[in-house]
């Protein structure tokens, strides 16, 4: 089945640590997001890639990372200079029409 | 002023009734509409994508966009309990990098 998973579900992250989400796609879509959905907010752009070895910063990139090693691999890094990370966190992707499909989610707490 | 407004509700119907949902957006240049469905701690799940003003259809799903008013919508027939969930709107540029969301309705239909 073609699709976006992400893992884990749920993350744990105590005070100074970095912390991976993992975002893999199986639909040979160039494109990659991270969003960040907050409650009664919309989702807000972390970071997004186009193509492999490249990224671009979205509206609240700082405290965050990103890599795009490969084509169907987006992981996205919370550092320990995001000071409010508790969120849930959507990972997307496309093809090339101007929509986007998305995984799972990831929810991340703090201890 | 938000680049996209979308009443939070919460909205609760009766099984069986038309649901309506809207949004509002500030700037012209978005010429692509989306409407997606988030059940409960879930990823959201694309419903409709239409480019033009006026109307498509899917099943018991019509969007309806009204680019001269900067206003579109979502119409639910024969509303189910199955379709209790938060509705979002996405409005988007050419080049997909630039995706808006409401944030969200959150639509109740009761047995």
């Known amino acids: 089945d073609g699709g976006i998973t992400q893992s884990p579900k749920y993350l744990f992250r105590k005070e100074g640590q970095n912390v991976t989400l993992s975002c893999e796609q199986n639909l040979n879509h160039d494109a990659m997001y991270w969003y960040r959905q907050d409650p009664g907010q919309g989702l807000r752009l972390i970071y997004y890639s186009q193509i492999v070895n490249d990224f671009q910063k979205g509206d609240i990139a700082e405290g965050y990372s990103v890599s795009r090693e490969k084509k169907e691999s987006f992981p996205l890094t919370v550092t320990s200079a995001q000071k409010n990370p508790t969120a849930f966190y959507l990972c997307a992707s496309a093809g090339g029409a101007e929509t986007q499909y998305f995984g799972p989610g990831t929810r991340l707490l703090v201890l | 002023q938000k680049e996209v407004e979308q009443d939070p509700g919460p909205l609760s119907v009766p099984e069986g009734a038309i649901v309506s949902l809207n949004c509002t957006y500030s700037?012209?240049?978005?010429?692509?509409f989306m409407w997606y469905r988030q059940y409960s701690r879930k990823g959201p799940e694309l419903l409709m994508y239409t480019y033009s003003s006026g109307n498509k259809e899917d099943g018991r799903f019509t969007a309806q966009v009204d680019k001269s008013s900067k206003y579109i919508s979502l119409f639910i027939r024969d509303s189910q309990p199955s379709d209790s969930a938060t509705y979002l709107c996405?409005?988007?540029?050419?080049?997909?990098?630039?995706?808006?969301f409401g944030a969200g309705t959150r639509l109740t239909v009761k047995p």
């Open positions: 996405a409005i988007n540029l050419p080049g997909n990098n630039d995706m808006r």
């Open positions: 700037n012209s240049a978005f010429q692509y």
